[in-house]
T-cell receptor
Framework: GENVEQHPSTLSVQEGDSAVIKCTYSDSASNYFPWYKQELGKRPQLIIDIRSNVGEKKDQRIAVTLNKTAKHFSLHITETQPEDSAVYFCAAGSGTASKLTFGTGTRLQVTL | DTAVSQTPKYLVTQMGNDKSIKCEQNLGHDTMYWYKQDSKKFLKIMFSYNNKELIINETVPNRFSPKSPDKAHLNLHINSLELGDSAVYFC????????????FGPGTRLTVL
């Protein structure tokens, strides 16, 4: 089955700096890669996703890149703000498997 | 106008008891899921239903039994609760397949004493 590894497990950045979170996946059939943000005590919420026919996608301060050959994808947050502090999860999914496999999460702390 | 709702929000119970968690979505989605998030925050799929039919059962002990009376509801019944069942359980739904955005419920924090 699919295995998703996520690094780092914790990340501390100063407000205004950039943050990068990286994930690798094992199943070459995976073709959908969402990123979820989970604030403390809240539910996971989708922030951005990318499909395997695209190499990069941006939404304001958030961008995701995908390298299908290397089987890795990354989340980039620019100009970080305190409200970006949360746990971020990557995930990989395919129609074949009919499920999402989540990474182990990255706790991002944005300090003033 | 909550999209995905779960009840109860908190559940504290003794080992050996049986309990149920209910989930409802008003988004008109065809697919619903149960996830378990343990104390280390790992988020793992347990079950997935599409139009009331079970499509994913992820090596979950058979003490856990999902039931989908209609496509807007997916309930989770747990028999003979164990300490290791303590976790936050999230329900989610998506339009049809795993490649559609999954909307999560608020979670049910289960504590087994």
């Amino acid at each position: 089955g699919e295995n998703v590894e996520q690094h780092p497990s914790t990340l501390s950045v100063q407000e205004g700096d950039s943050a990068v979170i990286k994930c690798t996946y094992s199943d070459s059939a995976s073709n959908y890669f969402p990123w979820y943000k989970q604030e403390l005590g809240k539910r996971p919420q989708l922030i951005i996703d990318i499909r395997s026919n695209v190499g990069e996608k941006k939404d304001q301060r958030i961008a995701v890149t995908l390298n299908k050959t290397a089987k890795h994808f990354s989340l980039h947050i620019t100009e970080t703000q305190p409200e970006d502090s949360a746990v971020y999860f990557c995930a990989a999914g395919s129609g074949t498997a009919s499920k999402l496999t989540f990474g182990t999460g990255t706790r991002l702390q944005v300090t003033l | 106008d909550t999209a995905v709702s779960q009840t109860p929000k908190y559940l504290v119970t003794q080992m050996g008891n049986d309990k149920s968690i209910k989930c409802e979505q008003n988004l008109g989605h065809d697919t619903m899921y149960w996830y378990k998030q343990d104390s280390k925050k790992f988020l793992k799929i347990m079950f997935s239903y599409n139009n009331k039919e079970l499509i994913i059962n992820e090596t979950v002990p058979n003490r856990f039994s999902p039931k989908s009376p209609d496509k807007a509801h997916l309930n989770l019944h747990i028999n003979s609760l164990e300490l290791g069942d303590s976790a936050v359980y999230f329900c989610a739904s998506s339009v049809t397949s795993v490649k559609d955005t999954q909307y999560f419920g608020p979670g049910t924090r289960l504590t087994v004493l």
